[in-house]
């Protein structure tokens, strides 16, 4: 799939000046069911085509996931069906970015966090292409980790902020497979099932926001001082 076949689409959140989104997703519909993405439904026959050719990545990211560390993880992904039995785009996940480069505009993303992604879940990135450098910069972290095409790096991208080095020379694509956290709401009230891990989760997020409240508020007061 070129660039000159695709429609360019901005992502100014993420710096990415050509990328096409493909994914069953929960959006602002008023059923709050999945469907299949904009993107998607306007690429039609070049969208289809696109999975036909990448289904050895996804079976492949889905083996080598690492499931012997985030066993939770692997099976939070495959344990709940589509509406009407649709099948998953991305093996494990619901859908896909597709970021298309070239010489004049790399796929270069600025530091950013994909924060609407599964909260207990993790992304799958795959640059291709011919190209040298851009490596990913996981800020929070303090790494920079050098993937070369095929690579199949798997990370927190909604919790950790990242983004790329500059490009030393050819042209790099990259695909990033997600499921968003809205999927995993639908899925439970689909299967009437809870997950107590999200109350925990907005628990610990609510203190940590009062306690960074009371520490600037206390650090105000410090400042006013003569």
Known sequence: MHGAELRKTKDTTRGVSC??????????????????SNDYREDGEKATEFFQCSQVLWDRAREWFPK????????DFGRYDLNGGKKRLC??????????????????????????GFLFGMSCLCPFGQFSGA??????LCAVVELRRGDLFYFTDHLINHSNEKIGRGVRHSVVAFMEHRMWE?????????????????????RYREERRRREGKNTRHRDLP
């Open 68 to 75: 012997h560390h985030n066993e939770r993880v692997f099976k």
């Open 19 to 36: 990328v096409r989104k493909y994914a069953h997703w929960v959006k602002y519909n008023t059923e709050r069911i999945p469907k299949l």
């Open 186 to 206: 639908w899925m439970q009230r689909e299967y009437k099932r809870k997950d107590h891990r999200i109350e925990k989760t907005r628990l610990y997020q609510k």
């Open 135 to 140: 490596g990913l910069v996981l800020w929070e």
């Open 91 to 116: 093996g494990l996940w619901t859908g896909c970015a597709i970021n298309v480069g070239s010489e004049n505009e790399p796929v270069q993303t600025i530091p950013h966090r994909d924060v609407k």
